[in-house]
């Protein structure tokens, strides 16, 4: 197999998107701390502002990675015609909407036009997109856009599984509740034996939760 270099375009560049301001944080912190009622300079809570900046810092690392540094080298040439399928690839996201964690899995296909991707790589591009300030549906559209851009294949089929906190641990607090979204780009959207085939592997082998 041949590797190919990924283009570099606005999709695979994280400069070319606009990236939340984190720093400083800790100081907000310590004012949000003091208004919920708490006092921010009591022994446990000492140090929680910088640890706030840091897990923030992590969680929000997407937009510091692009999908090209996700993919790195591990463009290949090959003549594959059917399916490739990388399935249940977790994922950890923060709902940009509360800032509270959303959690599930990504099932992500293609149908190769004469090139591959190594298979580590596919949830490493979730993850680029994983960890931002996110909504779901907008999660599916890039995970499933990005790799349509980096491999050009005759179709891409993305579906995920989620649970969003936002639902969980406030307002309806509804703790079963699952949310799925999917994105279908090319011979995915336009012939229904291939979309019908990609979601019998999606969602074969499930055990009981």
């Keep these: 197999m041949k590797a190919i270099r990924p283009e570099r375009t606005a999709l695979t560049h994280p400069e070319l998107e606009e990236e939340p301001t984190l720093e400083p944080i800790a100081a907000h912190v310590r004012e949000i701390l003091a208004a919920l009622g708490e006092d921010p300079g009591r022994e446990g809570l000492l140090k929680t502002p910088e640890r706030v900046e840091k897990a923030l810092q992590f969680l929000t690392q997407g937009y510091r990675v692009s999908v090209a540094d996700a993919v790195g080298d591990a463009l290949f040439e090959e003549e594959h ?90 307002g309806v607090e509804k703790q079963n509740s699952r949310t799925v979204t999917s994105a279908l780009r090319g011979i995915f959207r336009n012939d229904s034996r291939t979309r019908e085939e990609f979601l019998r592997l999606a969602y074969s082998g499930r055990t009981n939760e």
């Excluded at 800032?99 to 990504?106: S, V, Y």
């Excluded at 004469?114 to 549906?137: C, T």
């Excluded at 294949?153 to 641990?169: D, L």
Aim: aromatic share 6%.
């Design 81 to 170: 015609q059917s399916m490739i399928m990388v399935r249940d690839i977790e994922l950890y996201s923060l709902c940009e909407h509360h800032l509270l964690p959303f959690f599930g899995r990504a099932h992500v296909a293609y149908i190769a036009n004469g090139r591959i991707v190594g298979l580590s790589k596919v949830a490493r591009i979730v993850d680029v997109f994983a960890r931002r300030l996110q909504v779901q549906e907008r999660l599916t559209d890039q995970i499933a856009d990005a790799i349509m851009e980096v491999l050009e294949p005759h179709g891409v089929g993305v579906v995920i599984e989620a649970a969003h906190f936002c639902m969980m641990m406030r």
